[in-house]
């Protein structure tokens, strides 16, 4: 079945760095878009990252801008996001997803997630 | 960026109750429109995609509708395993998929 599995999640100092990965397994990770999405405790979702299914566009929220980068490696089915210069108000579980579109008319949402993992930004 | 306002942030409700929760989005996302279903300590699930579209597996008691800025999410007849946070979801702007702030579905 279809599967996201998060990890490399945990307790980092401000200003340090973390990286996520996220690894796919039963469809063909190379062939769909891949997108981060976090939550902070208590509040709403936030999405964060999207890469292309080849890596060949990425765009970023702007509150992640300049610090977070979102890559992915197809041979190994893993998509990353690597968080730099890491905030209190990073603190949040990290959603992966996958992208799914309507050829015909562009439409996308994300299906399935992965179940999340936590990054808490304290010192 | 595209902003999208749910109302209400959340309800109140009963087993049997229909149940209606509106999104609506800062300007014109066309059918660019997603539902998403989240249960405490759980991932999101997509309930509904290009705003009307049922996702498989999902019950048909969930219906969605809409188009341009404003759209609704319907729950026909309310059932235990129903009460979530709701969240609208646009998908027009790759630069920024926004969400609403979520619907909080409880029991009366």
């Known amino acids: 079945q279809v599967q996201l599995v998060e990890s490399g999640g945990g307790v980092v100092q401000p200003g340090r760095s973390l990286r996520l990965s996220c690894a796919a397994s039963g469809f063909t990770f190379s062939s769909y878009g891949m997108h981060w999405v976090r939550q902070a405790p208590g509040k709403g979702l936030e999405w964060v990252a999207v890469i292309w299914y080849d890596g060949s566009n990425k765009f970023y929220a702007d509150s992640v801008k300049g610090r977070f980068t979102i890559s992915r490696d197809n041979s190994k089915n893993t998509l990353y996001l690597q968080m730099n210069s890491l905030r209190a108000e990073d603190t949040a579980v990290y959603y992966c997803?996958?992208?799914?579109?309507?050829?015909?008319?562009?439409?996308?949402?994300?299906?399935?997630w992965g179940q999340g993992t936590l990054v808490t930004v304290s010192s | 960026d595209i902003q999208m306002t749910q109302s209400p942030s959340s309800l109140s409700a009963s087993v049997g109750d229909r149940v209606t929760i509106t999104c609506r989005a800062s300007?014109?996302?066309?059918?660019?429109l997603n539902w998403y279903q989240q249960k405490p300590g759980k991932a999101p699930k997509l309930l509904i995609y290009?705003?009307?579209s049922l996702q498989s597996g999902v019950p048909s008691r969930f219906s969605g509708s809409g188009s341009g800025t404003d759209f609704t999410l319907t729950i026909s007849s309310l059932q235990p395993g129903d009460f979530a946070t709701y969240y609208c979801?646009?998908?027009?702007?790759?630069?920024?998929?926004?969400f609403g702030q979520g619907t909080k579905l409880e029991i009366k």
């Open positions: 997803a996958r992208d799914t579109s309507d050829i015909l008319t562009g439409e996308n949402w994300f299906d399935p």
């Open positions: 979801q646009q998908s027009y702007s790759a630069l920024g998929y926004t």
């Open positions: 290009a705003a009307s």
């Open positions: 300007q014109s996302i066309s059918s660019y």
